[in-house]
């Protein structure tokens, strides 16, 4: 995965981390728990503010 994959992320993000409200997560968070996932292989430096509002609005809307 890159930081491209932005649906993908969100699903493996959802499913890693159930009890948690995406809408609460601070982004210094995020970045490092994507960056944790087991199928991820990019530059850590690219997942700036942009990405990383992304991949919270595709995990909200995966928790429907």
């Given at each position: 995965?890159?930081w491209?994959?932005?649906?993908?992320?969100?699903?493996?993000?959802?499913?890693?981390?159930?009890?948690?409200?995406?809408?609460?997560?601070?982004?210094?968070?995020?970045?490092?728990?994507?960056?944790?996932?087991?199928?991820?292989?990019?530059?850590?430096?690219?997942?700036?503010?942009?990405?990383?509002?992304?991949?919270?609005?595709a995990?909200?809307?995966?928790?429907?």
């Amino acid at each position: 995965m890159k930081w491209t994959d932005v649906r993908l992320i969100a699903i493996e993000l959802s499913e890693a981390h159930p009890e948690v409200d995406p809408k609460s997560l601070r982004f210094t968070d995020l970045h490092n728990w994507v960056l944790a996932l087991k199928d991820f292989h990019d530059d850590p430096k690219h997942g700036g503010e942009k990405i990383l509002e992304a991949i919270q609005a595709a995990w909200i809307e995966e928790m429907g």
